[in-house]
């Protein structure tokens, strides 16, 4: 089955630029998804189809996908974008949704 | 205004049964790709299953022959029957609208907790 892998944890100041990373096998060839989820709420997409932003995300936010890796980039860090981030892929091989394990943005 | 809701969690034996459903409103479900996803309390997502507008359902190997996506269009509603349940299916589950195959979940519900415990 096809895995994605994220760091668990990335921390940044505030102002800063956090990367975050998913990999997986020829990952660039996929669609990927990126979800945020801060505590005891639901998770809100905030990338899709590898950087497209949904109306009402701030342009902070964007992402890459190339290769074996996709990313998820937040820039002008703020302590509101402290979350877990969570990357998705749909693997059309076994007709599955894939997340990755998820990665806690910490703003110092 | 698009909305989900879920509800029919709650405290279960091992090997029995719950279904949940989910209440859909500002669109159509039977026009939407809708999954299920859970989340162990503390760690990460896990998808569960999907059913595509067709009708044509998907699960995780961990859920398949146990689990059964369903809907009722003229209620606009989506079930997830869980039977034979098992300790490590305690979660909160969620279900999500997409539009189409590989895209995204663009709407979340809040979830509803399954515990699974004697």
């Known amino acids: 089955s096809y895995v994605l892998t994220q760091p668990p944890s990335v921390s940044v100041a505030p102002g800063k630029t956090a990367m975050i990373t998913c990999g997986g096998n020829?990952?660039?060839?996929?669609?990927v998804h990126w979800y945020q989820q801060k505590a005891g709420q639901a998770p809100v997409l905030v990338i899709y189809y590898d950087g497209d932003r949904p109306s009402g995300i701030p342009e902070r936010f964007s992402g890459s996908n190339s290769g074996n890796t996709a990313t998820l980039t937040v820039s002008g860090v703020e302590a509101g974008d402290e979350a877990d981030y969570y990357c998705?892929?749909?693997?059309?091989?076994?007709?599955?949704?894939?997340f990755g394990g998820g990665t806690k943005l910490t703003v110092l | 205004e698009v909305q989900l809701v879920e509800s029919g969690g709650g405290l279960v034996q091992p090997g029995g049964s719950l279904r949940l459903s989910c209440a859909v409103s500002g669109f159509t479900v039977g026009s939407n790709y809708m999954s299920w996803v859970r989340q162990t309390p503390g760690k990460g997502l896990q998808w569960v299953s999907v059913?595509?507008?067709?009708?044509?359902?998907y699960y995780a190997d961990s859920v398949k022959g146990r689990f059964t996506s369903s809907r009722d269009n003229s209620k606009n509603m989506l079930y997830l029957q869980m039977n034979s349940l098992r300790a490590e299916d305690t979660a909160v589950y969620y279900c999500?609208?997409?539009?189409?195959?590989?895209?995204?979940?663009?709407?979340w519900g809040q979830g509803t907790l399954v515990t699974v415990s004697s």
């Open positions: 999500a609208r997409g539009v189409s195959t590989g895209g995204p979940s663009g709407n």
């Open positions: 020829n990952i660039g060839r996929k669609s």
């Open positions: 059913i595509y507008s067709g009708g044509t359902t």
């Open positions: 998705q892929v749909w693997d059309s091989s076994s007709e599955h949704v894939v």
